[in-house]
C-alpha cells in the first residue's frame, strides 16, 4: 500500500504532496497520522513546508466514507483540526499550492497555511452543510480572517465553491499559475522567504498569529530579542557597506 503523503526534504524546504488517487487524495486518518509525523520533524527542524497535491487535485475533502462512522466521542477528538492547528503553529511558512479541488477539509488544510497559491482549474470551498456536518476543522474562524466574516459566512452557510478567479479577487489565494508552473512558483515564494533571516521570518509568523489583544506587545519583544541578534548586525552591516559603493 503506498504512503498518502509523499515527502521531499531538501535542505532549506520540505515538499509534501498529498497522494491517494483513488479518492482524489481525500484526507483519511493515514494521511493525518502522516501530517503529525512531518509536523513533529519540522517543528524541530524548521523548514519552510510547501504541501501539493497529486494528480491534479489538491485534496477532494475528508474521507467520507470514515467520516459517516465517526460519532460525538471521534469529533470531539478534533482529528482533523488539531493535525491543521499543528500544520498552521510551524515554526517556518508553510505555503499551499492548490491545483483543481480544494473542498471541505482539503481547504481547511490549505486555509492552515500562510500563502495559498493555485493554478486557474482549483476549485475551492466548503460543502460540509450538505453532508449534515459543519466545517469544524478551522474553516468557521481561519476563513473570516482571510476573506472577512461576510464572504466567510456565505461560502460556509451555501456551501459554494468558488472558482480560481474568484478566489483570487477575495484575497483567498495570492497568485494564479499554470499546472506545470505551480510547484516552481512555490519554490520561487520559498526562495525569497530562505533568503531572509531565519529567526526575524519565525517571528513575524510569531506575530501574524498572535491574537489582536497581544499587539503591538508582542512586537515589541519579538523586535527586542532580534534586535541582539548577531545576523542582525551582520545584514545591517552588510547593507551599510553595500550602499558605501
Same mark, same amino acid.
Request: proline share 6%; charged share 25%; no cysteine.
Given at each position: 500500500m503506498s504512503a498518502p503523503l509523499l515527502i521531499t526534504w531538501l535542505p532549506d524546504r520540505v515538499i509534501a504532496t498529498l497522494d491517494r488517487p483513488a479518492t482524489r487524495n481525500a484526507i483519511d486518518q493515514e494521511m493525518i497520522d502522516a501530517l503529525h509525523v512531518l509536523c513533529?520533524?519540522?517543528e524541530?527542524?524548521?523548514r519552510v513546508l510547501v504541501l501539493v497535491g497529486a494528480g491534479g487535485v489538491f485534496a477532494s475533502g475528508a474521507d467520507i466514507a470514515q467520516l459517516r462512522e465517526r460519532r460525538a466521542s471521534d469529533a470531539r477528538k478534533g482529528i482533523n483540526s488539531v493535525a491543521f492547528q499543528r500544520i498552521r503553529a510551524l515554526p517556518m511558512p508553510v505555503i499551499a499550492a492548490i491545483d483543481g479541488w480544494a473542498l471541505g477539509g482539503g481547504a481547511?488544510?490549505?486555509?492552515?497555511?500562510? =500563502?495559498r497559491i493555485a493554478?486557474?482549474?482549483?476549485k475551492i470551498g466548503n460543502p460540509e452543510t450538505g453532508l449534515g456536518i459543519i466545517a469544524a476543522a478551522g474553516a468557521t474562524w481561519r476563513l473570516p480572517e482571510i476573506v472577512g466574516h461576510a464572504r466567510a459566512s456565505e461560502l460556509l452557510l451555501t456551501g459554494r465553491v468558488l472558482t480560481s478567479?474568484?478566489?483570487?479577487?477575495?484575497?483567498l489565494v495570492s497568485s494564479l499559475h499554470e499546472p506545470e508552473a505551480i510547484l516552481a512558483a512555490a519554490?520561487?515564494?520559498a526562495?525569497? =522567504?530562505v533568503a531572509n533571516d531565519p529567526l526575524a521570518t519565525r517571528h513575524t509568523k510569531?506575530?501574524?498569529r498572535a491574537p489582536a489583544v497581544a499587539h503591538p506587545g508582542v512586537e515589541i519583544e519579538l523586535q527586542a530579542e532580534l534586535f541582539e541578534s548577531a545576523e542582525k548586525m551582520r545584514r545591517m552591516t552588510e547593507f551599510l557597506e553595500r550602499e558605501k559603493k
Open positions: 513533529a520533524r519540522l524541530v527542524e524548521p481547511e488544510l490549505a486555509y492552515a497555511a500562510d =500563502i493554478t486557474p482549474a482549483a478567479q474568484e478566489a483570487l479577487e477575495w484575497g519554490d520561487a515564494i526562495d525569497r =522567504i510569531t506575530a501574524l
